[in-house]
Structures are given as C-alpha cells and as structure tokens.
C-alpha cells in the first residue's frame, strides 16, 4: 500500500507499510509461535534409569494457515480528532506538535467511509461545531471549543453510525437542528449520537451518549447472524476477518460439541451467537451494559425467526468476567469457555480459575499474543493444540490469534 502521509512523515500508524504483506503475516506468524512456544510445548517425565527426566517431545500445537486480509481499505470504523477552525474543519491525527493532519484519503478505510469525511466536515461547519483545542500546559491549560472526535462505523450492508464526542451538550441543540441537512447529503447515515466526554485527558469517550437518530443500532450482519451494534459497544476491526474469526471459533466448538458453552467478554454477541446451536446452552458475560442489551435483542430476533431451536438457550448478562466466574453466585460450569478480553489479557485471577476448574475445553482469542502467552504460562493444564492467526491489521504489527485449549 502507498500512502503520502507516511512517505511525508505526517502519520507513522502503518509501522509496516515498507514491508510487503505477504512478508508482514508471516513475520506475525513467526513471532506469535515463538510466543507461545514455551507454553505449547509436550512434556513428559520419565522416571526410568536413575532418577525422573524431564523430556520435550515437541509441540502440540498445530498452527492453521493463517487468515490474511485485503491490504488496503479494510477498516470498518474511523477515530477521526477533529482540529482546525469551524470554517476549515481537520479531520485525522494531531501530529507531535499538535497539529492537525487530515487522513479523509486514508488508505485503511474503504471507499465509502472516505466519502463520508466531506459531508461531515461540511456539517461541522454548518453546524458550528468548534473543533476542540488545548493551548498551554499544566495548570495553565485553555481549553476552547466543543468538538473532539467523530467516530465513523460502516456496517456491512453500506449503512453508517456517527458519533460526534464533544467536550458537554452545548451544541446539541445544533447537532439536532442540522441532521436533517446531513442526513440529505449522506443518506448512508443510519445512526447517529453524540458522546459527552468532559475531561481533558487521552479518554475517547465519556459515560453520556444523546441519541440524535431514531435508529440506535446498526446492524452488522456477518453470515446469517446480524449483530446490532449500539455506540457504545466494541466491534472487531475488520469485518471480513471477523467473519473467518467467528466461523473458525465455531467450527472448533462444534468439534467439541459441548452442550452449555460461556463466552466471556462477549460484546455484542459476536462468538456466543455464533456457536449457538440446538440443545446447547450459551451465556455471554460482558461489562458494557449497552452491549449486553443490544446482544439480548439481537437473539430474541432470532429467536423469533427460522432459529428458535438454535437460540433457544442462548442468555446474555451484564457485569465483570472474572467476578462472574469465580463469585459465589456462579452458575453450575460449562463444558468449555471462549474468552475474547481487551488487550490486557483475562488476567491471573481469570487464568487462576480456568487452570483449577476442571473445564476441559477453552477457546481463547487474543489481540495481544504477549498477554496471551502470559495468560496460557498461569494455566498449564490447559494445553493449545490448535492455533491460527487472524490479520486483523495489516500494515501494523498488530493481529488477532484464536487457540483451541484443551485440559491434559
Ligand atoms: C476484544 S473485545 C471482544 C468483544 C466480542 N467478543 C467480539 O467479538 O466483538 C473485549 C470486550 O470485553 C469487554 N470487557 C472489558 N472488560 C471486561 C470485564 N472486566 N468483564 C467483562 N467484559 C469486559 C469490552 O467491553 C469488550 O466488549
């Protein structure tokens, strides 16, 4: 992929962009399974001749062919900072020393999110949105202006969610007398809000979300099952990967063929949904509230459609995974649990409970194989035997990795 910004030096996100993509997955390959070569690796104790020997046999771990992407355009959502004036709207990245550097032609997102960026900046103005700016330092800071970030998602039907994050209500009223106006110019437009993040820190979003839009879901339809997404859920990156993602997650479940099965930081409902199947009982635990809901109401339309035996016992609740799992008030434990947590792993306590559970089956998709290796070194009961990398990022060194577990 080409791209102006980097050969200027003005954006340094595509840390691989000088790397050919076919070098840069296996390059990811290569690290993730020395990663987790300590953790794969078969031991047995020997305990004929003189005393127990510890011999490495080699790994029980098969890596699949890896799942590549498209190299360019493959980007689902847009974290654009919005700097600049009110007359002459920046939407892309500040660089080192605060300046705004429009990334509206960036080569990550495919066409129509590009073509979005236009008639958003033309609303800014429209709509005197301030684009928020900090000059001075420490206690000295000036804060002005209202507008900090638009957040772009494009569904997989060619439908938009917009999320203008804006530093307090001040300009609602004038997003709302606008819309109609935006709406017009970007009929793609399907849901639209805006975030109230007051603080002055590296926090994207803030708690309050105001609906500007009827519609408050988009739907991301992935295979048969559409998943709604509401503003303030997560959604994979990548949508045609996620698609391999989830279809490589249940063909390993069904492998299993468990009949109750916990996807532990579930989202929107991406792997419980998935891997739903008749006479299997599926619970989803997640910690945004507002992605539980929209995962409840994804499965009571399917339920309602040709899938009522294959949903049937599918439930979604709200709270921490951890607590979930180890609290006093845990359901009786399933036969195997997918975890698909934030870049910082399940973490020791998680990984504690997993190891001495006795689950036999564990399905463990990471975007941080570092915290991922660490996770599998507290659960060595637990062995992978099927490991396959999914590039989510090109042009980054980030990927996503998805790992069968089973108890030894
Ligand atoms: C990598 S995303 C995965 C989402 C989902 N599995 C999917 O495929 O879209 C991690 C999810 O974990 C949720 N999360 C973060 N901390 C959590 C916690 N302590 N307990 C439960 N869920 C948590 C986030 O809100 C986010 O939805």
Known sequence: MQCPHYDAGRCHSCTLLEIDYPTQVLDKERHVAALLAPVS????????????????????LTWLPAVKSVESGFRNKAKMVVSGTVAEPVLGILDGVGRGVDLTDCGLYPDVLQAAFAPLAAFVTRAGLEPYQVS????????????????????????????????????????????????EELPALAVASANIQPVHAAVLEGDLEIPLTERTTLPMRIDDITLDLRPQSFFQTNTAVATELYRQARDWVDEVGPSSLWDLYCGVGGFALHCAAPGRAVTGIEISAEAVAAASGTVATLRDGAGAERFRDVTFAAGDATAFAVGPDAPALPEMVIVNPPRRGIGADLARWLETSGIEHVLYSSCNATTLAKDLAAMPSLRPVRGRLLDMFPQTSHYEVLVLLHRE
């Open 136 to 183: 001075g330092r420490g206690k000295r800071a000036q804060q002005r202006g209202e507008l900090k970030y638009i957040l772009v998602t494009l569904s997989p039907d060619g439908e938009l969610m917009v999320r203008f994050v804006l530093r307090s209500q001040e300009a609602i009223a004038r997003l709302r007398k606008h819309l109609a106006s935006l709406q």
């Open 41 to 60: 690796t078969v031991s047995t104790v020997s305990t004929s001749g003189s005393g127990p020997t510890h011999e490495v046999t080699g790994s029980g």
